[in-house]
Each structure stands twice: as C-alpha cells, then as structure tokens.
C-alpha cells in the first residue's frame, strides 16, 4: 500500500528549529516529486517548499525562503523539511505530498499531487 508519514512535528519557540521527515513506503520516492505543504484551520492549504525529483529544483514560499530548507535522501526513501527560526505564524499541520508528473520549477511547485501523507503538527509558541 502506498503510503507517505510525515514525523517530525511538535511545540517549539520562536527562532527554534525542526526538522519534519516524509518517508515512502511502497513506492520509491526518488522517482517523484515532492511537496510540503501547511494548512491552519479555516484557511486554504498552502505550498511551503517542494523539491524536484533529482533534487536539483527546489521551491520555497517567500515567507520562508532563507529559512526552510528541503532535501532527499533517496537511499532512505524520505525527504526532509529543515525549518529554522521558526515563527508564530509558521504553525499549522504540514504534510507532505507525492507526485510522478506534475512540474516543479524556482517559481511553482504544480500540482495536484497523488498521494499524501497524515500531516504533522508545528506549534510555534512561547
């Protein structure tokens, strides 16, 4: 079964660090495309950072650009979301997403994507 789980998350303070992990099973990640993306309660999803499928294309949200930064690691089948100086406003669920097909380029990560994971939460609090 195909299956994407998203770890990593929990309660830190502002200008702390986390590092959320998407690991694959079932299917090989490097052959995909992948996504993070945040979503809070009562707002639209929204595209953090995505990374091509060689890893040579990244896209990062402006917000969190100098920040957040994504990277895979095929031979363990997981991509990873490091985010440092976190803010208040970084809080939401993070997921990850996979997809074979869609276009990731500097300015868009595409979409839609076929596959996701549970999602995380990040609490950004003091």
């Known amino acids: 079964q195909v299956q994407l789980v998203e770890s990593g998350g929990g309660l830190v303070q502002p200008g702390g660090s986390l590092r959320l992990s998407c690991a694959a099973s079932?299917?090989?990640?490097?052959?995909?495309?992948i996504g993070w993306f945040r979503q809070v309660p009562g707002k639209e999803r929204e595209t953090v950072s995505c990374?091509?499928?060689?890893?040579?294309?990244?896209y990062y949200k402006d917000s969190v650009k100098g920040r957040f930064t994504i990277s895979r690691d095929n031979a363990k089948n997981t991509v990873y979301l490091q985010m440092d100086n976190l803010k208040p406003e970084d809080t939401a669920v993070y997921y990850c997403?996979?997809?074979?097909?869609?276009?990731?380029?500097?300015?868009?990560?595409?979409?839609?994507?076929?596959?996701w994971g549970q999602g995380t939460q990040v609490t950004v609090s003091s």
């Open positions: 990374i091509s499928s060689s890893g040579g294309i990244t």
């Open positions: 079932a299917f090989t990640l490097s052959d995909y495309h």
């Open positions: 997403a996979a997809d074979r097909w869609t276009i990731v380029v500097p300015t868009t990560c595409g979409g839609p994507y076929e596959y």
